[in-house]
């Protein structure tokens, strides 16, 4: 499992121009079954993304497709972790 944060580089207006590009990225990846959760840091200077990548190669690669990182609007930071302890029905997430 990993987590993706992503830091804003580039101004809010920048952020907004590629948005639903980057919402459409986002479900691509929710209906192929990799990102588990995301959403919008607060205060909004990026956001964080949960993958249910295979390895960090493939979320190297997942993460290359987003129009922010595209675009360089936003720096990114994939932390790899192993969920040890979960609530019920999480693991259904865990490869």
């Known amino acids: 499992m990993f987590i993706i944060s992503l830091k804003y580089i580039k101004p809010i207006e920048d952020v907004e121009k590629e948005l639903n590009a980057h919402i459409k990225y986002l479900e691509k990846y929710y209906s192929l079954q990799k990102f588990v959760c995301s959403?919008?840091?607060?205060?909004?200077?990026?956001?964080?993304?949960?993958?249910?990548?295979?390895?960090?190669?493939?979320?190297?690669k997942i993460v290359n497709e987003d129009p922010f990182y595209i675009n360089k609007i936003a720096r990114y930071e994939i932390i790899e972790f192993l969920p040890t302890k979960f609530a019920?029905?999480?693991?259904?997430f865990i490869n």
């Open 39 to 60: 959403g919008r840091k607060n205060p909004r200077i990026g956001g964080v993304i949960l993958c249910n990548g295979k390895n960090i190669e493939e979320v190297e």
């Open 88 to 92: 019920d029905g999480f693991e259904r």
